[in-house]
């Protein structure tokens, strides 16, 4: 499977932000839906928070995409 390498302009950004930039989520609220159903993982890990922070390297799934967070320091 490819993993898309999505890049930001800091070295963190927070999971629901990152949903929406990488295209993995519509909105915020939609961002915050799957968090909350279970369907976001972030290094092989379900994550609970849509709050928590994501550093470079982080991979991140939802269903069959996945995106790699790249930090443009």
């Not at 930001?8 to 968090?35: C, P, T, W, Y």
């Not at 550093?55 to 939802?62: A, Q, T, Y």
């Amino acid at each position: 499977m490819r993993i898309r390498e999505v890049e930001i302009s800091d070295d963190m950004i927070r999971l629901g932000q990152f949903l929406k930039l990488a295209g993995l989520a519509e909105n915020g609220a939609h961002a915050g839906e799957l968090v909350e159903d279970g369907e976001v993982t972030v290094n092989g890990r379900v994550e609970e928070r849509r709050g928590a922070q994501l550093h470079d390297g982080d991979v991140i799934s939802v269903g069959t995409e996945k995106a790699r967070l790249v930090a443009n320091r």
